[in-house]
């Protein structure tokens, strides 16, 4: 089998993530998985893990760094023959970028490229106040947004220096979702021909 390439992307929630995701897949084809959805099926199905899960999620903090890991992998096993993967929503702390080197864990998935979605604070706050209009999820709380925000900054963007040597590409997602796609098709085709 051919080498999968691998994109993670970057951003604060509601930096446009799931959006460019979808776009990216259509146009080449990669397999999506946000680890927010998977834990929100888990969530559906109460079992075990969504349990778990749910207790984290509905305070707006991040939940262990293994069972997002572990879930990741199982989702990612279903599907062996995609051309690759586009990680929205992970990693989302250093210890998930290490794990996913395979650096305290037995597999990896190697990562080929990083887009950062650079979006304002202020933006962030009012994308996810309307957002939680929209989608009525139980973590669109003021309270809880506020904690995940915080928690952004805290914990997920660190990563961005810690992939400075890598292949980080940042996108101004303060612009339309058309505009940044385009930038980002830029930045993919430098890669994939
Ligand atoms: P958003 O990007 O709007 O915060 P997501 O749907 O990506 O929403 O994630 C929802 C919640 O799921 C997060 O607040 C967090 O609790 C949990 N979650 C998602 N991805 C991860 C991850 N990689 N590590 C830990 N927790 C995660």
Redesign the pocket.
């Known amino acids: 089998m051919e080498k999968k390439f691998n994109i993670v992307l970057l951003g604060a929630?509601?930096s446009g993530?799931g959006t460019q995701a979808q776009k990216i897949t259509e146009k080449y084809g990669l397999k999506h998985v946000?680890?927010?959805?998977l834990?929100?099926k888990e969530i559906s199905l109460q079992n075990e893990l969504g349990l778990k899960?749910q207790s984290?999620?509905d305070r707006?903090?991040?939940?262990p760094?293994i069972l997002?890991i572990e879930m990741l992998h199982h989702y990612l096993d279903l599907f062996p023959e995609a051309k690759g993967y586009i990680l929205?929503?992970?990693?989302?702390?250093i210890k998930?970028a290490q794990l996913l080197d395979g650096v305290g864990y037995p597999k990896s998935i190697p990562v080929d490229l990083i887009i950062y979605l650079s979006v304002d604070q202020l933006e962030i706050v009012a994308r996810?106040i309307k957002r939680a209009e929209i989608e009525k999820r139980s973590?669109d709380t003021p309270e809880v947004i506020k904690n995940?925000i915080n928690n952004y900054f805290a914990q997920t963007k660190p990563l961005e220096s810690y992939y400075q040597k890598s292949k980080i590409y940042k996108v101004n997602g303060m612009n339309d979702a058309e505009t940044v796609f385009t930038d980002i098709c830029h930045i993919i085709d430098q890669f994939i021909k």
């Open positions: 929630p509601g993530k946000s680890t927010g959805e834990f929100r899960a984290y999620i707006g903090e991040l939940c760094d997002t929205d929503g992970v990693p989302r702390t998930q996810m973590d995940r």
